[in-house]
């Protein structure tokens, strides 16, 4: 099982837009399922191309701003 920075590191490989700053305010669970998500985001799409949302998080997340 990968540590919070080797998580961090594989992120940032497969999305340099991600701040590491902004990625350190996570925890190893949250980035674990980002990372997952990335992986199967990188692979082709067709029929066999499934990703699966976990049931303890939300489909569409919004902000309403202040």
Partial sequence: ???K???IDE???LNPSAGRDWLELFDTDD????????????????ADSVWLRE???????MRIAA
Avoid at 31 to 43: G, Q, S, V
Avoid at 55 to 61: I, L, R, S, Y
């Fill in 5 to 7: 920075d080797h998580l």
């Fill in 31 to 46: 980035l674990r399922r980002y990372l997952d998500h990335l992986h199967h985001a990188c692979m082709p799409r067709g």
């Fill in 1 to 3: 099982m990968l540590d």
């Fill in 55 to 61: 049931g303890d998080t939300p489909p569409v997340v």
């Fill in 11 to 13: 992120i940032t490989d």
